[in-house]
């Protein structure tokens, strides 16, 4: 009789892993590289991690445990592939990495109101704990290299905790785009 695997024991599909990136979000950041895609946007720079079928199979024990061994970390990046495809695991993670003082940021092909729409406990409880989120996908033809975070006009770099804040306000609606601490408006 086999158990179900929960916390720590869930399986994420790996394509690759940045322990340490200063580009793909604030601050000193562990990027994780999700496989699988259902987007294929053309110029995607990440090809590789389309397939559902390829990668590599990890606990989020053993990345939680990479993570936590470089105190000088700010956060933790969800990137790929697709996040949202593998959001039951990836929100476990997510719950660790918030409980370790670190903030959370995801990107998504999928824009913020398709993952709304979903109406998926995982998703929905992964969305209530990032700090940030790049949604929309990659358009090659919007294309701009000054953007920050991501590489395509019609994506955006949302602030969920004031997107949240907005929202519970009575906004409903509301996204707000980040600030950086530099006080630089990132477009959305």
């Known amino acids: 009789m086999s158990r179900e695997k929960t916390g ?15 580009v793909d979000g604030p601050g000193f950041r562990y990027v994780l590289f999700v496989q699988g895609c259902p987007h294929h946007c053309h110029g995607c720079h990440n090809p590789e991690s389309w397939a559902f079928d390829a990668g590599t199979d990890m606990t989020v024990g053993e990345i939680f445990d990479q993570i936590m ?11 790929g592939g697709e996040p949202f495809e593998q959001a039951d695991a990836l929100l476990e993670l997510a719950k660790l990495c918030k409980g370790a003082g670190l903030t959370v940021m995801s990107y998504s ?17 992964i969305l209530s704990l990032l700090d940030m989120l790049v949604d ?38 509301m996204v707000v785009p980040y600030k950086s601490s530099y006080d630089i408006e990132i477009k959305i």
């Open 8 to 22: 720590r024991e869930k399986v994420i599909r790996v394509c690759g892993i940045e322990p340490e990136s200063i």
């Open 69 to 79: 061994e470089n105190p000088n970390l700010r956060g933790v990046t969800f990137s």
């Open 109 to 125: 092909g999928y824009t913020l109101d398709e993952l709304e729409a979903r109406h998926d406990p995982a998703t929905d409880e």
């Open 136 to 173: 929309g996908r990659y358009d090659e033809s919007l294309r701009n290299l000054t953007l920050v975070y991501c590489g395509s006009e019609n994506q955006r770099v949302i602030d969920m905790n004031r997107t949240r804040k907005a929202r519970a306000a009575g906004d409903h609606g």
